[in-house]
């Protein structure tokens, strides 16, 4: 009997201006989508509806992983802030809501997870934390640069590499506050926090660069996505 493949679940988006449908639509970048193809898995998207909230328990127990997509900001009343940077982008209470229930219901069930930009803040949120609403540069705006990786992490064994020269970074805010349970192992050499892990799941990584961009590409971004689905076979 041949292998089941696992089932990769990543939350859409809201798409007004998706073109070959009827109304609007849900939809969600290819890069992801591909990157975990690639990786063996199967990626499944679940559409932002909050009204979904009381089945998403089953849906996530019915999955083998998780990949949290990039996006807009999160809006700031849902770290204890009112919003204060002009900055400010693509904030959708649809996408935070669903999300942030998809990160606490996956960590419950230890589901392998791979949060990438706003995946890794949305995850930082989820466990108490805060953000940086503007880091006050452009520094990390469409830019690629290495980043430090610790070599006791659980991100540097799977990325195979504990400096990953390359990696494309496209964010405006940064993390603050840590959540619980969460330790920072990665940072850009301005600093900049880069990756985080959950201490206590089984498997659960956080970049706040995108991996999915250059993977097709770069095999020390395809294999981020690889270690996921491995996961999964364990």
Sequence with gaps: MADVPAHVLIVGRLSPESKGVR?????????????????????LMLPPIPALHDRLAELIDRV??????GG???DPRRYGQEPSAEELY????????????????ALEADKPMLAICRGMQVLNVALGGDLVQHIGSDDHWFVKHPVTVGGDSRLAPALRTER?????????Q???RLGRGLRLVAQAD?????????EAASWAVAVQW?????????????VLFDALLGRVAR
């Design 23 to 43: 109304g609007e639509s849900f939809a969600a970048g290819q890069g992801y989508f591909r990157a975990v193809e690639r990786a063996g898995g199967v990626p």
């Design 64 to 69: 083998d992983a998780i990949v949290m997509h």
């Design 72 to 74: 807009g900001d999160v």
């Design 90 to 105: 693509g904030i959708v209470p649809e996408h935070d809501e669903v999300e942030l229930d998809v990160v606490r219901l």
């Design 164 to 172: 990953p020269p390359a990696c494309h970074s496209v964010h405006h």
């Design 174 to 176: 940064s993390i603050g």
């Design 190 to 198: 301005d600093g900049m926090p880069e990756a985080m892990e959950v």
């Design 210 to 222: 995108h991996p999915e961009d250059t993977a097709a590409s770069d095999p020390e971004q395809q």
